[in-house]
C-alpha cells in the first residue's frame, strides 16, 4: 500500500506545469497552471474559462468558452479561441411564455480564411407573425456574413463574445419586432487555415 502511494507522488513529482494562456486578442489572460511530463503532450488540449475570467465582470459569468492549446512557449501554453456557448440556465432564464425565439445557424469564412460555425437567437416580447420572424432572421444572416467578410477571425470573435455583433443585429432587427434579448448563443471553430513559415533567407 505504503509502495502504491509512493509510486504516485514520484510520478507527480516529474511532471512540470504549464500556464495556460488566452489569445493575444482575449488579453493573454492566465486561465491556470496544468501538469505535464511533456510539453509537447498538452497540444489539443481544451481549457474551458468563463468571459468573467477574461473580464472580471460579475455579468459574464453566464457565457463558457473554449480554448484549445496550439503551441509551448517556454512554460506558457499559447491558445486559439475554438468557441463559447450560453450556459443552460442562463438560456433557460431568457424563454418566456408568449413570446417567440428565433434561431439561425450559420457557416461563415472570416476575411483570413476561419470558418466558424454559429448559432443566433433573438427573444421577443411578445409572439410575432411568420413574416417578422423570417425578417429578424434575414438580417441575422445578413449581418453575420457582412461582419465575416470585413473581419479576421481574431477581430470576428471579439465581437462575436463580447456582443458587438449581436447589438448591430438588434438594432437593426427591432424595427421588426420589439426584441428583448439578442445573441450568439454558440460558436465552434469548425477549420483554422495552416500557418504559413516564412523561411529566413
Known amino acids: 500500500m505504503s509502495k502504491r502511494r509512493r509510486r504516485v507522488r514520484d510520478k507527480w513529482r516529474s511532471k512540470d506545469w504549464y500556464t495556460v494562456t488566452t489569445p493575444n486578442y482575449f488579453g493573454k489572460v492566465e ?47 499559447r491558445t486559439v479561441f475554438r468557441g463559447h456557448e450560453y450556459s443552460r440556465d442562463y438560456l433557460r432564464s431568457l424563454v418566456r411564455r408568449r413570446t417567440t425565439r428565433v434561431d439561425t445557424f450559420l457557416n461563415i469564412t472570416t476575411k483570413d480564411g476561419y470558418r466558424v460555425r ?20 434575414k438580417i441575422m444572416k445578413h449581418i453575420v456574413e457582412e461582419k465575416a467578410t470585413v473581419l479576421s477571425f ?44 516564412v523561411s529566413a533567407k
Do not use: C, W
Not at 45 to 68: G, S, W
Not at 118 to 137: C, D, N, P, W
Not at 172 to 190: C, D
Open 31 to 77: 486561465l491556470g497552471a496544468v501538469p505535464a511530463d511533456d510539453p509537447e503532450r498538452l497540444i489539443g488540449r481544451v481549457t474551458e474559462a468563463t468571459l468573467y475570467d477574461i473580464t472580471n465582470d460579475f455579468a459574464h459569468q453566464y457565457l463558457k468558452m473554449y480554448f484549445q492549446v496550439t503551441d509551448m512557449e517556454d512554460k506558457t501554453a
Open 154 to 197: 481574431d477581430q470576428f470573435a471579439q465581437e462575436m463574445v463580447l456582443g458587438k455583433i449581436a447589438s448591430d443585429i438588434y438594432n437593426k432587427a427591432k424595427k421588426v419586432a420589439p426584441l428583448r434579448h439578442v445573441g450568439i448563443r454558440k460558436s465552434k471553430l469548425i477549420h483554422q487555415p495552416p500557418k504559413i513559415v
Open 118 to 137: 454559429v448559432a443566433v437567437s433573438a427573444f421577443t416580447l411578445s409572439r410575432v407573425k411568420t413574416s417578422q420572424e423570417m425578417g429578424i432572421r
